[in-house]
């Protein structure tokens, strides 16, 4: 088996659209799937060639990898979700000249779709202060 794995990082200028989104969110939900696993799972009316040319765009974009398994790709989503959303939300804090304004903007907009997510936020930027904050205390030794 050989894997080829993309070098490249995917970037914010890449935008994924919807059938991308859809291959994607597939992946994750069945890593190690050829595209007929993947076009068999979307289970909707799709061309093979068009699922398999997904797939391989969302690779070039760095986004999956394959490895041979005889005459067939396999393909796994190179990031889970939770580290893609959070490799996309620090390039987005990086593209303005103000990681402040940046963020200001993603408070709007999540206030904008859902108040209730505010609150949400909130408890989660708490909880992160307070792992810090036991992270830098110093450890009590252990008695002696």
Known sequence: ??????????????????????????????PNSTARDILNYLGFDLAYTTVATTIRRLATKGLAVFVTD?????????????????????????????SAVALADFVDAIGGLDPNLLEELRRLVEQKQRGASDRNRPQKSPPR
């Not at 794995?5 to 914010?12: D, H, M, R, V």
């Open 1 to 30: 088996m050989i894997e080829k794995i993309s070098k490249t990082l995917p970037s914010l200028d890449t935008q994924l659209g919807p059938l991308e989104q859809r291959v994607l969110s597939a992946l994750w939900e069945r």
């Open 70 to 98: 005889g005459r067939r790709f396999r393909y796994t989503a190179r990031f889970n979700p939770s580290e893609f959303n959070q490799m996309r939300a620090k390039q987005l804090l990086k593209l303005g000249t103000s």
